[in-house]
T-cell receptor, first 114, second 115 residues
């Protein structure tokens, strides 16, 4: 099973709301990632967790807060977002986080901020 | 810094014709390269990857790519495309430091297959 699941598939929120995106994998992978993809653009890395520890934070605004409760789960907590944060948010996982590892992507959560 | 450049933003092609999607990389150190496909409203799926083994890499769905060090290229090819190959294709390189590994994507190539 090479599946990464993400919930919800779609999310509409106001600028004062607090919401969370969830990602789950059961492949025994030890590295998990959040990417942001704007329309007609490539994905851009936001965060990397390696062995449940945050290893890369690509200067993402604090209104995005990642959390890795265990090796299978990755959350992205959202608070006070701006309309320009509307995008497809992709989660991915890989075996060990090595350069040669394949990253497996979920289907994404399409976020709209009003 | 490592990066990839996809030379064509759009490639229109007729069904059953061959196709080549071009990707060039820049790196001063060992490089690992990937091709991903993204169908509309979906996540990304790995087509193939180069990790310092054979220079001709075969992937899923009949795609293959050749790593060319002298030309710093990793072009994706398919001898005969189908309508279902219509999608966005991303070339990517992994960038690693002591903290972790990140995929750095090219800008993407839209492959449009028509009958």
């Amino acid at each position: 099973d090479t599946e990464v699941t993400q919930t919800p598939k779609h999310l509409v929120m106001g600028m004062t709301n607090k919401k969370s995106l969830k990602c789950e994998q059961h492949m025994g992978h030890r590295a998990m990632y959040w990417y942001k993809q704007k329309a007609k653009k490539p994905p851009e890395l936001m965060f990397v967790y390696s062995y449940e520890k945050l290893s890369i934070n690509e200067s993402v605004p604090s209104r995005f807060s990642p959390e890795c409760p265990n090796s299978s789960l990755l959350n992205l907590h959202l608070h006070a977002l701006q309309p320009e944060d509307s995008a497809l948010y992709l989660c991915a996982s890989s075996q060990e986080g090595l350069r040669t590892d394949t990253q497996y992507f979920g289907p994404g959560t399409r976020l709209t901020v009003l | 810094a490592q990066s990839v450049t996809q030379l064509d933003s759009q490639v229109p092609v007729f069904e059953e014709a061959p196709v080549e999607l071009r990707c060039n990389y820049s790196s001063s150190v060992s490089v690992y390269l990937f091709w991903y496909v993204q169908y509309p409203n979906q996540g990304l799926q790995l087509l193939l990857k180069y990790t310092s083994a054979a220079t001709l890499v075969k992937g899923i769905n009949g795609f293959e790519a050749e790593f060319n060090k002298s030309q710093t290229s990793f072009h994706l090819r398919k001898p005969s495309v189908h309508i279902s190959d219509t999608a966005e294709y991303f070339c990517a390189v992994t960038l690693a430091n002591q903290a972790g590994t990140a995929l750095i994507f090219g800008k993407g190539t839209t492959l449009s297959v028509s009958s």
